[in-house]
């Protein structure tokens, strides 16, 4: 089953969480965080585990790609509600350390 | 306050997600090569990715859309309710062929089905040149 939450902050930002689950487990997930640019959807920051690996990436306001660092899974709510916090700002925020 | 939104993808709707997938990525065994190659630097391919494998799987997909900005009810008029549920009891279609199956002007078809999709209320995808609704409606709510 593919699971999609999109949870809309404003008309140009929002949260979107994919988790993949097969045999009634989760087994990849992604968490963004995507801000509306011109009239596409652009990804800021993503916490995924495709590679295998938990991990978050950064991407610039363009959606070109920052870096990208390990970090533990976190629950979909709780990078909402960090979200909500920071917003545009999360960018430059330290969010291993919250 | 917000409003809450379950939708569900019918065969026909995964079809159509498909075709507008594999348009823009291309295959199944394309996507997971690229996605090698690329890592984490093409976000899309990834979404693509787990689309591909619900689909493959022949799984079920579900979305729930929760909007917590309030100008989302000045988007709700009864004539965007119509149109919703037309959506929701035909396959999908075309923006074109909604407005002359509904007799309506293809501008205001247009303007609704992309003032609801700006809130998600709707989902869309390219189908060439056209955009399509996709997905059912099952249910919405409002908290407070």
Same mark, same amino acid.
């Given at each position: 089953?593919?699971?999609?939450?999109?949870?809309?902050?404003?008309?140009?930002?929002?949260?979107?969480?994919?988790?993949?689950?097969?045999?009634?487990?989760?087994?990849?997930?992604?968490?963004?965080?995507?801000?509306?640019?011109?009239?596409?959807?652009?990804? +800021?920051?993503?916490?995924?585990?495709?590679?295998?690996?938990?991990?978050?990436?950064?991407?610039?306001?363009?959606?070109?790609?920052?870096?990208?660092?390990?970090?533990?899974?976190?629950?979909?709510?709780?990078?909402?509600?960090?979200?909500?916090?920071?917003?545009?700002?999360?960018?430059?925020?330290?969010?291993?350390?919250? | 306050?917000?409003?809450?939104?379950?939708?569900?993808?019918?065969?026909?709707?995964?079809?159509?997600?498909?075709?507008?997938?594999?348009?823009?990525?291309?295959?199944? %065994?394309?996507?997971?090569?690229?996605?090698?190659?690329?890592?984490?630097?093409?976000?899309?391919?990834?979404?693509?990715?787990?689309?591909?494998?619900?689909?493959?799987?022949?799984?079920?997909?579900? %979305?729930?859309?929760?909007?917590?900005?309030?100008?989302?009810?000045?988007? +709700?008029?009864?004539?965007?309710?119509?149109?919703?549920?037309? $959506?929701?009891?035909?396959?999908?279609?075309? $923006?074109?062929?909604?407005?002359?199956?509904?007799?309506?002007?293809?501008?205001?078809?247009?303007?609704?089905?992309?003032?609801?999709?700006?809130?998600?209320?709707?989902?869309?995808?390219?189908?060439?040149?056209?955009?399509?609704?996709?997905?059912?409606?099952?249910?919405?709510?409002?908290?407070?």
């Amino acid at each position: 089953m593919l699971r999609i939450k999109r949870y809309l902050i404003t008309k140009s930002e929002m949260v979107e969480s994919m988790e993949y689950y097969a045999g009634g487990r989760l087994k990849y997930y992604i968490y963004s965080y995507k801000v509306m640019k011109g009239r596409r959807w652009i990804t +800021l920051v993503r916490w995924d585990n495709l590679d295998g690996m938990d991990h978050m990436d950064r991407y610039d306001e363009n959606g070109n790609f920052v870096e990208s660092r390990e970090f533990p899974r976190r629950n979909f709510d709780d990078l909402v509600k960090i979200i909500k916090t920071f917003r545009r700002n999360i960018i430059a925020v330290d969010v291993e350390n919250l | 306050m917000l409003l809450r939104i379950v939708r569900k993808y019918r065969s026909e709707d995964v079809a159509v997600l498909r075709r507008a997938i594999r348009r823009r990525h291309g295959r199944f %065994e394309k996507v997971k090569k690229m996605m090698h190659i690329k890592g984490c630097s093409n976000p899309e391919l990834g979404e693509a990715f787990l689309f591909y494998l619900a689909m493959q799987e022949g799984a079920p997909i579900e %979305e729930e859309v929760v909007i917590e900005d309030r100008k989302v009810f000045n988007a +709700l008029t009864a004539k965007r309710f119509e149109l919703l549920e037309f $959506i929701n009891a035909h396959p999908p279609m075309s $923006i074109k062929e909604i407005a002359t199956r509904t007799g309506r002007d293809y501008k205001n078809v247009y303007d609704d089905v992309s003032s609801l999709s700006r809130y998600l209320v709707v989902n869309t995808v390219k189908n060439g040149k056209e955009i399509v609704p996709i997905g059912v409606v099952e249910g919405m709510g409002v908290e407070l």
